[in-house]
């Protein structure tokens, strides 16, 4: 084999198992709560693992996780949505550090734009008098080994990313989520789900 194009397979092999182990070591519970003017009340968990600080400064790997997480990267992103950053907390433990936040924004129009500024990831429309929210999560990380997937099922199989959305009126439609009332919920291990070849849809109308 050309000693190049070894290295280039490496490469990727290499960047596959950062961005997947990374991506994997968060754990984040989303409570979004929308008010009858469209207004949204977002609480934040993240669960981080310590080894995230041995893979690089958090800083420079944020591109790999969910959410911002640092109390300015945080503010910051709100603010560019339109939103605003309420309160802000860190706890840590031996193995990992928990960051729990209170963000407020004007619509859900705002809070997609926070979930993801360019608009791929996260979508809001509204059309004759009904709102749909749909979103992406996961299957973007470059292709990996299926032993290092299941490694980092196995390593970091207690991390997952839940979210919950309660609405102002009744849901008319959902898909991936688990309806109750005018509430709807998603939950899925952050490893099984960051290494999945595509992306796992949802959507939600009201």
Excluded at 29 to 55: F, H, N, P
Excluded at 88 to 111: E, K, Y
Excluded at 121 to 127: G, H, I, L, R, W
């Amino acid at each position: 084999m050309n000693r190049h194009r070894g290295f280039r397979i490496s490469t990727i092999a290499a960047c596959a198992a950062f961005s997947i182990a990374l991506a994997s070591c968060v754990g984040v519970a989303s409570d979004a709560r929308i008010a009858a003017d469209g207004s949204v009340r977002l609480e934040l968990t993240y669960t981080v693992a310590s080894a995230v600080g041995e893979l690089g400064r958090l800083g420079e790997n944020a591109a790999y996780l969910p959410l911002p997480v640092g109390r300015d990267e945080l503010e910051l992103a709100a603010r560019r949505a339109g939103g605003s950053l309420a309160s802000w907390s860190r706890s840590d433990a031996s193995d990992r550090f928990t960051i729990r936040a209170s963000l407020s924004f004007p619509s859900v129009a705002a809070l997609a734009s926070f979930f993801d500024p360019a608009g791929e990831k996260a979508v809001y429309q509204e059309a004759s008098g009904r709102r749909t929210l749909g979103l992406a999560l996961g299957g973007d990380s470059p292709s990996a080994a299926p032993e290092l997937v299941e490694f980092v099922r196995v390593a970091f199989g207690d991390y997952e990313i839940a979210l919950r959305f309660e609405l102002p009126s009744a849901i008319l439609a959902s898909e991936g989520f688990t309806v109750s009332g005018r509430a709807a919920s998603f939950s899925a291990k952050a490893a099984e789900l960051f290494a999945a070849p595509s992306p796992r849809l949802l959507s939600l109308s009201w």
